[in-house]
């Protein structure tokens, strides 16, 4: 199953289990956890923002690597921005339920009716929304080790060019290390004397 289609499911399952469930079940306590779990999640968000930010460094020298590590700090931003956003909605949505009143649909010419549609509503919104959240979530360890792997190629460059900056030449280690005349002349065995 690709990862596309287990993401959908895991959307659906959400927006299901928030339908479902008896809107009293995120009343009170759980609501109160809830709304504190994700509003931990969301005042993690802008510290790590700021550290993605201040990881792109111009002292690499090579252009295509920061360019590259750009793209990734970039790509780590959008996401975390839309974790924010995902989780200040279903903040919203878990609020807006606690103080709705219970509100029934009945279809019309049938007998079936659905108790507290209207909250039932928002909690499969809510969760839905959350459920979107830990999927996005899941994208940030693999971009922060991506860039882990660039700055580590920066670095690794840099240690390299620093040392062949500072290593001598082959001219200076001739220059230290000078032959004498004659030094790995060829003498046939002929002409040696016993």
């Not at 993690?44 to 930010?53: A, D, E, G, K, Q």
């Amino acid at each position: 199953m690709s990862l596309r289609w287990l993401r959908l499911a895991a959307l659906t399952a959400g927006s299901a289990a928030g339908a479902l469930l008896p809107p009293a079940l995120l009343t009170g306590d759980p609501s109160r956890l809830l709304v504190t779990f994700l509003g931990l999640v969301s005042a993690s968000i802008l510290p790590t923002v700021s550290l993605v930010i201040g990881s792109l460094s111009s002292t690499g020298r090579s252009v295509m690597k920061i360019e590259e590590l750009a793209r990734e700090l970039a790509q780590a931003m959008r996401t975390l921005f839309s974790i924010l956003g995902l989780v200040a909605g279903a903040v919203a949505l878990l609020m807006a339920i606690a103080i709705m009143p219970e509100i029934g649909f009945r279809i019309p010419s049938s007998p079936f009716e659905v108790p507290d549609a209207a909250r039932r509503g928002l909690q499969s919104l809510a969760f839905l929304l959350t459920v979107a959240a830990t999927a996005k979530a899941a994208a940030i360890p693999r971009i922060l080790a991506r860039v882990l792997a660039i700055k580590k190629d920066i670095a690794i460059h840099e240690a390299r060019r620093a040392l062949a900056d500072k290593s001598p030449s082959d001219a200076d280690i001739r220059q230290m290390f000078a032959k004498k005349d004659g030094f790995g002349k060829t003498v046939p065995l002929d002409g040696i004397r016993p």
